[in-house]
């Protein structure tokens, strides 16, 4: 990423093809899932946090989206994950592989509501 990127459109924008439509995607489901979190560029990525917590965060690489939903989200969903490559906090849905959707709400509902109840 660019360090003079500061906007989280900027960042989007910067991609083109699949990387760009799943980023774009992915900003609308947790926009849906969490519409009073807090958006922004965070650590090189597009970040959310709610109520001052971290929510999710993702980015866009050469082939694949990178997701992070620590520090609990990966571990509740460790089985639904372990298909994908995956980092300490971090996993990759490849490009050339359908995005999982209806998996990546329900991380961000958990993560969502565990923000929540935490307060």
Do not use: C, W
């Not at 990127?5 to 980023?23: C, H, W």
């Not at 709610?50 to 989206?65: C, D, N, T």
């Not at 991380?107 to 929540?116: G, L």
């Amino acid at each position: 990423m660019d360090k003079t990127t500061v906007s989280v459109d900027e960042y989007i924008n910067q991609f083109t093809g699949e990387a760009k439509i799943r980023l774009l995607q992915l900003r609308v489901l947790i926009k849906d899932e969490a519409p009073d979190a807090e958006e922004g560029i965070m650590y090189g990525l597009v970040g959310y946090k709610l109520r001052g917590k971290p929510l999710v965060y993702f980015g866009g690489f050469a082939h694949h989206i990178g997701f992070y939903a620590t520090p609990t989200g990966h571990e509740a969903f460790k089985q639904d994950l372990s298909k994908y490559k995956q980092g300490k906090g971090s996993v990759q849905f490849p490009l050339n592989e359908p995005l999982p959707i209806d998996l990546i709400r329900r991380i961000v509902q958990f993560r969502r509501d565990s923000a929540i109840e935490s307060t």
